[in-house]
């Protein structure tokens, strides 16, 4: 948990100093651009999934997953029409609430995974 939580800030932290977009054009890599992937199927995806079933079994676990993965789907799939609405600045907003969002997940994952290992 104290890495996934690790993992996350470091993302957010370049999120939210960067930005979404400028974090991916200074880069300069094309093979960089689904940051939303390791979010979406990564370490700290996995990791929440694993504290969700621990905190709330099962079932909420399974089904938050699963709301999770619609979400995305209908997300990913209208995504050129949000990009139009949204725009470069209104992109990156969003990128950057997100990130305050992830922020706090990161620090709760500290947290909680500190509070395991010394008690």
Do not use: H, K
């Not at 979010?39 to 079994?57: D, E, K, Q, V």
């Not at 600045?89 to 909680?112: H, K, N, P």
């Amino acid at each position: 948990m104290i890495a996934g939580g690790l993992l996350f800030f470091i993302l957010a932290l370049q999120i939210l100093v960067s930005g979404g977009e400028r974090l991916l054009l200074r880069t300069g890599e094309v093979g960089v651009f689904p940051v939303g992937f390791p979010l979406l199927a990564g370490p700290g995806a996995i990791t929440n999934t694993m504290l969700s079933i621990n905190s709330y079994g099962q079932v909420v676990g399974t089904l938050s997953v699963l709301i999770v993965m619609l979400l995305s789907w209908v997300i990913l799939r209208r995504l050129d029409p949000l990009y139009r609405i949204l725009g470069r600045s209104g992109s990156d907003v969003v990128a950057r609430v997100m990130a305050v969002f992830l922020t706090a997940i990161a620090v709760e994952y500290i947290v909680t995974g500190l509070r395991g290992y010394v008690s």
